[in-house]
């Protein structure tokens, strides 16, 4: 059964009413066939409303929904022949991050992604999808390895943001995501990243400075979760639909600044509604990014990237009499 969400309440009140007349249907003499043919009509027509017309809060709400598709769920859709590595060489594994080598369509490629749990305790094992700095050294372990091994490397990105606890900072989390950073632009294989979910802060990022950048349309893409920037903002982080309608993080904001490549369609209602037909999305873009990255040599990959993200942003200059001043 796939939990509601707010918005769509409505939507549950007609379908509880269908259910119901259908019951009836079944236990009663009664032909409620014309009754339950309007209510379906209205049902369709509503969903198309609902849909179609989503605020960056709602869309915040599908990318948070505890049933939407993981790195993992994903993996196991789009590539065959998975081999997860584990470890960074230097503390230990974290599972927060899941990554190894795959075949894509019989192409070899490394696949590295944030991966969540979808009850407690998975969310407890996976530290509900929050790095700690061995996650991103794991990462980048498997990031240089593809490049020595000439493969593509596809990241999936779904996490609110780098795990900020005490722990992670003394063993190097800034450092660890600068050096993602730094390494993942200079890389001579082709990089593709998906925003699957959350995206949020230098967390997302790590996984994130890629040739192509893609969205799942109902996915998020911030510096900081609104409940954060509304804290920032306003000191009242119950502000936090108000600061999402403000901080342009929906993949048609990114689209329209240049931050991502293309928009990934989802099913109606969001990906966990049909993870199958979302693997499918997700595969007629990924297969076209492939194709047009592989046919750039490493200097040309390099080269792109570094354009991509030059381009991304505007600079207005002071006029001379004010920087005087």
Not at 59 to 84: G, S
Not at 257 to 273: N, Q, S, T, Y
Not at 276 to 300: N, T
Not at 316 to 323: A, V, Y
Request: with cysteine.
């Amino acid at each position: 059964m796939v939990a509601e969400l707010e918005f769509e309440k409505p939507l549950v009140e007609l379908r509880r009413k269908i259910q119901e007349l259908k019951e009836f249907m079944k236990t009663a003499d009664v032909d409620l066939s014309a009754e339950i043919e309007k209510l379906e009509a209205r049902l369709a027509k509503l969903e198309n409303e609902i849909y179609a017309n989503l605020t960056p809060w709602d869309r915040v709400q599908i990318a948070r929904h505890p049933q939407r598709p993981t790195t993992l769920d994903y993996i196991e859709r789009l590539f065959t022949n998975f081999l997860e590595c584990h470890g960074d060489r230097c503390f230990g594994d974290d599972e927060a991050i899941v990554g190894g080598i795959a075949k894509y369509d019989g192409l070899p490629v490394t696949v590295i992604g944030h991966q969540r749990g979808k009850d407690t305790k998975e969310n407890l094992r996976r530290n509900f999808g929050m790095p700690h700095p061995e996650g991103y050294r794991k990462a980048l372990r498997l990031m240089k390895q593809a490049e020595k091994f000439s493969r593509p490397i596809i990241c999936f990105i779904d996490t609110k943001g780098a795990y900020p606890g005490k722990a992670a900072e003394e063993r190097g989390q800034s450092e660890a995501i600068a050096r993602n950073l730094f390494e993942m632009a200079g890389l001579t294989v082709p990089v593709v990243c998906i925003v699957i979910g959350e995206g949020g802060s230098g967390g997302a990022l790590a996984l994130g400075v890629g040739n192509h950048i893609h969205m799942l349309e109902n996915s998020t893409y911030s510096v900081i979760s609104p409940e954060g920037a509304a804290a920032i903002l306003w000191k009242d982080a119950s502000l936090a639909q108000r600061a999402a309608e403000t901080m342009k993080i929906t993949a048609h904001d990114l689209k329209a600044l240049g931050v991502i490549d293309e928009i990934i369609p989802e099913v109606k209602g969001g990906a966990h509604r049909n993870a199958d037909e979302q693997a499918k999305e997700i595969d007629r873009v990924l297969r076209r990014s492939l194709k047009q990255l592989l046919a750039l040599d490493g200097e040309e990959l390099v080269r792109q990237r570094y354009e991509k993200f030059k381009q991304m942003g505007q600079v207005s200059f002071l006029p001379e009499t004010i920087r005087a001043r």
